[in-house]
């Protein structure tokens, strides 16, 4: 009869577990459209280079969704075990690890802009709008990717209702800068980038006190076994990883396989493509 208690609580548990995420991820996706529709009224050209990012944003966020996963199911089996203070410490581990490989990945890309930009059949007039653009984006990128990697702890420990709440948070905040940093400061399509900059960093600067405060991050790693922590840690991460980036890899390919066949009066259409395999 002791069992019986948490079996039957099992459902009420995952579904209290599951509604802040859910309404969460909607609420993220819900600013990129928004993100959208205010670079379309920028013209054309803006919205192209938008269009153009996507498959490198998926790379991204494939990157630390795997992280994400690998942190989840780590962290919880060794609070499971009882070695609470491994679970701190391999905490700070991924923040220190995801911090480093994404921005490692957003330099990367960087360099590699115009051979990407090429590859992906990018016309020359939009190269300009890109590089002015990428910057800012990248920079979006990385915070968000740290934001990630808080919510990933957050939900190890068993609290989803943080990571929920904040993502809505955020996704409100970035909507309501949207208008403010492209068109009443003029900043245009860089300036939508600049929103998402501000409001996943206001996140970053809520989130990251939480964990420090709670105990469940500290960066004491020189007591860590890192060998085998991060051989723990790429064990579930790389195939995971691997799933993720499957959907930005085929996007790139269709999106350049496109643009050899479709003629030249609809190649500037490209970012339709590459929008309707975004998350």
């Known amino acids: 009869m002791t069992n019986a208690t948490p079996q039957a609580s099992l459902p009420r548990?995952?579904?209290?577990?599951t509604w802040p995420m859910l309404f969460g991820v909607l609420s993220l996706m819900t600013f990129q459209l928004v993100d959208s529709a205010f670079i379309g009224q920028l013209g054309r050209d803006p919205l192209a280079a938008l269009g153009f990012t996507l498959p490198?944003?998926?790379?991204?966020?494939?990157?630390?969704?795997?992280?994400?996963?690998?942190?989840?199911?780590?962290?919880?089996?060794?609070l499971g075990a009882g070695d609470q203070l491994r679970a701190e410490r391999l905490g700070g581990l991924v923040v220190t690890v995801g911090a480093t490989l994404v921005i490692i990945l957003c330099i990367a890309l960087w360099l590699l802009q115009t051979q990407i930009m090429a590859g992906l059949g990018a016309e020359q007039s939009l190269l300009p709008l890109i590089r002015?653009?990428?910057i800012p984006w990248l920079l979006s990128a990385w915070t968000g990717a740290m934001l990630y990697f808080g919510y990933s702890v957050c939900r190890s420990h068993g609290d989803t209702k943080l990571p929920g709440y904040m993502m809505v948070a955020t996704s409100v905040a970035n909507i309501a800068l949207d208008p403010l940093y492209i068109f009443v400061f003029g900043w245009g399509l860089q300036g939508a980038a600049l929103a998402t900059v501000t409001a996943f960093g206001i996140g970053c600067l809520f989130i990251y006190p939480k964990l420090l405060r709670s105990g469940w991050i500290r960066f004491d790693l020189s007591q860590l076994a890192l060998g085998k922590a991060l051989k723990q840690l790429n064990g579930i991460m790389a195939p995971a990883m691997v799933s993720q980036l499957m959907p930005p890899a085929s996007a790139m390919f269709a999106t350049a396989w496109w643009l050899v066949l479709a003629p030249p009066p609809s190649r500037p259409g490209a970012w339709a493509l590459a929008s309707s395999s975004s998350p």
Request: charged letters at 5%; aromatic letters at 10%; zero cysteines.
């Open 13 to 17: 548990q995952l579904f209290t577990m």
């Open 56 to 78: 490198m944003q998926q790379l991204i966020i494939g990157l630390q969704v795997g992280l994400g996963i690998a942190t989840t199911a780590i962290i919880s089996r060794t």
């Open 132 to 134: 002015s653009y990428w």
